[in-house]
């Protein structure tokens, strides 16, 4: 995941988060790669064992997804400057100094695959399940028929909600509005990944939702919002 950075600092910033729970964040500044921090998800608490489980079970702590995330400003900007990584079974919150700010357990029976961040709201998916959260509690969810592969998020124009996109391997991208299926859009092939090319165009009255195919195509649809 790529950190935003200022302009004029010349700097940039990855992130990035391994199978071991580990997650660092690097800065490039006049040629030269620093490591700003390292955190070991293992090292918070994530991994506190309930009495009912076995204690010699290893929990499974690597880094599925990131994203990034921040408050919007007065100017209704937002700044990236937190980072939110997932495990299979916790979402973790960290600031741009690596200090954890936010930890929350997942409520899908599937491991996350996918973890997404807009604001207050927070989008995960499993193989077959999506939750959506606001301020950390679960407002929706929907159960796709095959299973999702990729998964992307628009924030309407002139509203608080958000249309989420569900590629799923049956060649079709499911669109999920407080969630219910909204639309169904058909696919040329499985989709492996998808964006959407036109997010930050204001008071856009559709996507443009960009995907690529198992084929190794890449094709572009437009979704009426």
Do not use: W
Request: glycine letters at 10%.
């Amino acid at each position: 995941s790529l950190t935003s950075s200022s302009s004029s600092s010349y700097a940039h910033k990855l992130c990035v988060g391994d199978n071991r729970g580990t997650i660092s964040l690097f800065e490039s500044k006049r040629g030269a790669l620093n490591n700003v921090f390292t955190h070991n998800v293992q090292s918070n608490g994530m991994e506190q064992k309930n009495n009912s489980i076995d204690k010699t079970a290893k929990k499974d702590n690597s880094i599925t997804s990131l994203s990034l995330g921040g408050t919007p400003g007065k100017n209704g900007i937002t700044k990236l400057d937190k980072i939110f990584a997932s495990t299979p079974t916790q979402i973790l919150g960290l600031s741009k100094k690596g200090k954890p700010f936010f930890n929350m357990e997942s409520n899908i029976a599937e491991p996350i695959s996918i973890m997404q961040v807009s604001k207050s709201r927070l989008f995960i998916s499993g193989e077959f399940a999506y939750n959506g959260y606001k301020d950390g509690v679960d407002f929706e969810s929907f159960i796709s028929l095959d299973g999702i592969t990729c998964m992307e998020h628009n924030e309407l124009s002139n509203s608080d909600n958000y249309d989420v996109y569900l590629g799923s391997k049956d060649k079709t991208i499911r669109v999920v509005r407080d969630g219910n299926l909204r639309l169904s859009v058909d696919a040329k092939q499985g989709v492996t990944a998808m964006g959407i090319y036109n997010k930050k165009e204001e008071n856009r009255r559709n996507t443009k939702l960009v995907y690529g195919a198992r084929d190794g195509g890449v094709h572009c649809v437009n979704v009426l919002n």
